[in-house]
């Protein structure tokens, strides 16, 4: 048994707080009855659950880790018809991807089922790392790389502390290779803060998202998350508070 609440996160409708709210304002049902308290329990498997009238699905959870290639959406569908990360992989359950990678970006994502497990993952208050590795115009001075690592101000506020490493650099065609980390979530983030120092993203690509990594694997590769991968992902949601 566990608390109608977290079920309803889990099943990918809302976060657990908006499945709160939910509740308490009368639109859930169990076995065609109204639900306002939170402490109620249920059986996921037998018990009915609606939301707003609509069943919500009991899928098992499933996670996933894929390589995105550049050149496909982080989306389950795309109005244009372009190829979407979901296309990578054929089973039963309706995954979606954990937060987003741009479309010429390519790199680590994950995807899953569990909304619960998605919504703790992306809340902004755990600072979860992710390793980008950029190809850059132009070579960025050392006292532009501590601007980086320092914070850079974006129209959207200034960015927090990073860990920034210069890895090669081609003086004949004035390019460089730089390693990033992060642990925050905007929108075109890293393209964004390497135009901030004047070094425009030539090519990105996320090779790490907390211990996770893809340097076994090739663009378009999905493998599932072992159990104890998901277990660590869950406890660093946990204790890592900002």
């Known amino acids: 048994m566990e608390r109608l609440q977290k079920v309803i996160a889990q099943a990918g409708i809302t976060s657990r707080r908006k499945a709160e709210t939910l509740i308490t304002e009368g639109k859930v049902k169990v076995n065609g009855q109204v639900v306002r308290e939170l402490g109620v329990k249920v059986n996921a498997k037998n018990d009915q659950i609606e939301v707003e009238g609509v069943p919500i699905d009991r899928e098992e959870p499933v996670y996933f880790l894929m390589y995105k290639p550049q050149g496909v959406i982080s989306s389950v569908k795309d109005e244009k018809g372009r190829k979407v990360v979901t296309d990578f992989i054929d089973i039963e359950q309706r995954v979606f991807p954990i937060g ?5 970006t390519s790199g680590l994502i994950l995807l899953t089922n569990d909304g619960e497990f998605a919504n703790q993952l992306m809340h902004p208050k755990f600072k979860i790392d992710k390793v980008y590795v950029a190809k850059v115009r132009g070579i960025p001075t050392r006292e532009e790389l501590k601007r980086l690592q320092n914070g850079v101000v974006l129209e959207d506020g200034k960015t927090a502390p ?3 490493k210069l890895i090669s650099m081609d ?6 290779i730089v390693q990033l980390t992060i642990h925050e979530g905007r929108n075109r983030q890293v393209r964004r803060m390497f135009e901030a120092i004047g070094h425009p993203v030539m090519k990105l690509k996320r090779e790490q998202y907390s211990f996770l990594n893809i340097r076994t694997m090739n663009p378009g590769d999905v493998r599932p998350l072992k159990p104890i991968e998901v277990k660590h992902l869950r406890e660093l949601a946990v204790t890592k508070p900002s």
């Open 100 to 104: 987003r990678l741009d479309y010429d």
């Open 162 to 164: 990073a860990r920034v």
């Open 171 to 176: 003086k004949k065609k004035q390019t460089a």
